[in-house]
């Protein structure tokens, strides 16, 4: 008893510790395949109750697919040993439909007699689930993972890149990777300890490589991962290549805007084109001015018409007036989609930046040369003036310049209109570049004047020549509507210590050709320290002019004006400016000086207030017929008895409407102390009624409406013969012919013809004429002859500083 009651004792012991273990452990009799025993660990994994378990066949318990594969197992003579151990993945299906993945692990036991099979259950659900989870990873993307051993044998593999390093067990590497020089000494430095990583190309693709050096059965080997990363790699590739393109056109832009040489930003397309496109060949072939309807972008394609294009050709510009076409060919491979963007994105960024540079060139051009002749401006001669003076010469050879002024020019203008004057400027602009030499340059300065830039001359000998060659070529008569001549004067200056400036040695020459005028027309006259001193002295007296217009050191001269009877009718006020000596200078050589002073509107402010004084101070003259009064004539002009105050206005004086607005301004308001007492009147200079005659009419009109006669003060003929009835000024009393005029009744019929036909012309419009400049008794009964109103000059009297009244 004592021993089965130990036995019992034992059993009771171990079904007490059957249950209490955490462990699933079950008892299943080898004879039926039934359940003995479960313990409460296992009914839990199981999820079936003690009762319901113990007496159920194991088949019953598990996933039907799994049976016959148990079933030859337990078949096995070498399970049926007691103390036989085995292990396996078992797969429990619960009432619940899940499905308990359980590692069993067990041996043979006898109990009671019955041979059983104690299994013990560990629940690996988990673990199965993230193998199958990690396994679909494997199977679904292009990962391969490989064991290579010491001799570069791939012992084992797996994953769906199959196409990559490693990808068959018991395949050699050497043998795989022969021509991969990159991964085999990855492989090398991976056997020698080292973790390595690098993306490496094969074939077609690119794989990324992980090598790590394991320890496997005490030996050194190398577990790797590969990932299929081509299509990555193509797409950076693709990134990359278009952030490069992104940039060469950003780049090629940025200099496209600051570019000025169009042969420059063609070797930058070209060199862009070369760079990204890789082209065989590319070529750009100006296309000729003005070729029109071209064709547009063209692709050929190679034998199979589907293939990319091989050649690529567009239009720089506009379309249907391209500047150029340029030609882009690559055989192999043919260029893509991309390719033919990238080069329509260039030629755009080309054909934008070539008309730029042509129009700023256009307009650069425009900006220094005269539109009429084409030559090179003023502003070219000096600025190519300065740079010859900036980079100086080694030897003793210089640079100088002819100041060229046509004579004759003006009358030609007058005589056949400004048309014919345009011809003849681009006549003489043809003749002055045949005869220069190479490296000469021939522009023109203003109006009728031309200058030539010589460089490179040994000496003022050498311009002189030049100057006698440009008088002999420009002497040979210019067919216009009828053939003209013109010649020039010509004043030379060489750069040297004393001119060492642009401005200076035109200025220089310019001075010098004024003199060779004074001397007559054909002249060359070089700049010397005779026109130096000059200068000086001109200078000088500008200086002093403007300090005695300010301290009021001038004088007024009262010229006398007799009526054609021979009656002192009127005076003409002009500036006198005393010198040391007792010396005056009369309006002739003040006026000028006055001009290039800007003095002139000064000037003519001082002359009306000297003029609006003298007439406030006039006294009043006896009532005709007391004794002393000079006996007016008779007819027309007998009102010359009232004795007017002339005072000429320069155009600037005349623009000034402050001026007017004075002189109209007393006139009203003081008006003359007696009927026939002196009256003011106006002269106005004959250029500016050319240059602006409706703003010169309507000054006229407003003066002669308060009471100011008026006339026009002409020193050339031709503005005579201008005078329409349609532009004739309304209250104009007359006009004044010059000394020039006078002068020419001493050349015989034609210049009294043309003195007769002016008066004529005049008294049909009901106009005054009077005559400046007489200054011999025979002129002065030859314009009364003509029929002159009025007459001025030596022959008539002398100036006095006090008005003849």
């Known amino acids: 008893m004592s021993s089965g009651g130990d036995e019992h004792d034992r059993e009771m012991g171990f079904v007490d510790l059957f249950h209490q273990l955490q462990i699933g452990l079950t008892v299943t009799r080898i004879a039926d395949g039934r359940l003995r025993r479960v313990n409460t660990a296992a009914c839990a994994l199981i999820g079936r109750s003690e009762a319901e378990l113990v007496g159920l066949d194991w088949r019953e318990m598990i996933d039907p697919t799994q049976v016959d594969e148990l079933n030859a197992a337990f078949s096995q003579q070498s399970w049926r040993r007691v103390g036989e151990a085995g292990r396996r993945v078992i797969r429990f299906l619960r009432p619940d439909g899940t499905v308990a993945h359980v590692l069993a692990s067990g041996g043979i036991v006898t109990i009671d007699g019955d041979r059983c099979f104690l299994t013990q259950l560990q629940d690996i659900t988990e673990y199965v689930s993230t193998h199958q989870q990690l396994q679909l990873v494997l199977d679904s993307t292009p990962v391969s993972v490989f064991l290579l051993d010491r001799e570069g044998q791939v012992v084992a593999s797996a994953g769906t890149a199959r196409e990559s390093p490693g990808n068959a067990a018991g395949s050699g ?69 278009r952030t490069a393109r992104q940039t060469a056109l950003a780049n090629l832009a940025q200099y496209a805007l600051e570019i000025g040489d169009e042969l420059a930003l063609w070797d930058l397309g070209i060199s862009a ?46 379309t249907d007036e391209p500047v150029a076409t340029v030609t882009v060919r690559r055989a192999a491979p043919g260029l893509t989609s991309d390719d033919v963007a990238f080069i329509r994105s260039v030629v755009a960024i080309l054909g934008s930046a070539v008309l730029r540079i042509r129009m700023e060139n256009a307009a650069r051009f425009r900006s220094l040369h005269d539109p009429l002749t084409g030559l090179p401006n003023r502003v070219a001669i000096l600025d190519h003036l300065r740079r010859s003076l900036a980079q100086g010469r080694p030897d003793t050879r210089r640079t100088g310049v002819l100041y060229i002024d046509l004579d004759g020019f003006k009358a030609v203008n007058d005589t056949l209109g400004h048309h014919a004057g345009d011809e003849l400027l681009q006549a003489v602009a043809g003749r002055l570049r045949q005869l220069g030499r190479p490296t000469d340059l021939v522009g023109r300065l203003a109006g009728d004047e031309f200058a030539v830039l010589c460089e490179g001359v040994g000496g003022l000998e050498d311009l002189r020549a030049i100057g006698e060659r440009v008088i002999h070529a420009l002497t040979p008569p210019v067919r216009l509507r009828r053939l003209v001549s013109v010649g020039a004067s010509i004043g030379i200056a060489l750069a040297g210590p004393d001119l060492t400036d642009a401005e200076q040695v035109l200025d220089a020459a310019d001075l010098a050709m004024y003199a060779a005028k004074r001397r007559g027309p054909g002249r060359c006259v070089a700049y010397d320290d005779t026109i130096r001193e000059t200068v000086a002295t001109h200078l000088a007296g500008v200086t002093e002019l403007r300090q005695a217009v300010a301290a009021g050191r001038l004088v007024p001269l009262f010229q006398p004006i007799a009526s054609s009877s021979g009656t002192v009718a009127a005076a003409e006020a002009v500036p006198c400016w005393p ?7 009369g309006p002739e050589e003040i006026e000028p000086i006055a001009f290039e002073a800007g003095l002139s509107g000064d000037l003519d402010q001082w002359l009306v207030d000297s003029a609006l004084r003298t007439l ?44 007017r607005d004075q002189i109209i301004s007393h006139v009203r308001g003081s008006g003359p102390r007696h009927p026939r007492g002196p009256r003011l009147g106006v002269l106005i200079p004959d250029t500016m009624w050319q240059l602006d005659y409706r703003n010169v009419n309507t000054a006229i009109g407003d003066l002669a409406a308060a009471g100011v006669e008026t006339r026009l003060d002409f020193t050339e003929l031709g503005p005579i013969r201008a005078i329409t009835k349609d532009n004739i000024p309304p209250g104009l009393g007359g006009i004044r012919l010059s000394d020039r005029h006078i002068h020419n009744l001493d050349d015989g019929d034609v210049g009294i013809a043309i003195i007769a036909g ?41 100036a006095a500083l006090t008005p003849p009244w």
């Open 173 to 241: 590497l050497h043998e795989a990777l022969g021509d991969e020089p990159a991964v085999l000494e990855m492989v090398r430095s991976a056997m020698g300890g080292q973790r390595v990583h690098s993306v490496v190309p094969s074939g077609r693709c690119w794989y990324d490589v992980h090598l790590v050096p394991v320890s496997a059965a005490g030996r050194t080997a190398v577990g790797g991962v590969v990932s299929d990363v081509t299509e990555r790699e193509r797409a950076t590739a693709e990134l990359l290549d």
């Open 273 to 318: 084109l070369t760079d990204q496109v890789n082209a065989d060949r590319i070529t750009v072939e100006p296309c000729p001015d003005g070729a029109a309807g071209r064709a547009g972008p063209d692709a050929e394609a190679g034998r199979d018409a589907d293939a990319a294009p091989t050649l690529v050709r567009m239009p720089v510009g506009h």
């Open 579 to 585: 010198q040391p000596g007792g010396r005056l200078l």
């Open 616 to 659: 406030d101070a006039a006294p009043t003259p006896p009532p005709l017929g007391d004794a002393g009064e000079v006996d007016a004539p008779a007819g027309e002009h007998a009102d010359d008895a009232c004795r007017h105050l002339w005072i000429r206005i320069s155009e600037r004086g005349l623009g000034e409407s402050a001026l």
């Open 758 to 798: 002016i008066v004529r012309f005049a008294d049909l419009l009901h106009l005054a004429v009077a005559a400046q400049g007489v200054d011999t008794p025979a002129q002065l009964a030859r314009i009364r002859a003509l029929g002159c109103d009025l007459a001025q000059g030596a022959a008539v009297g002398p």
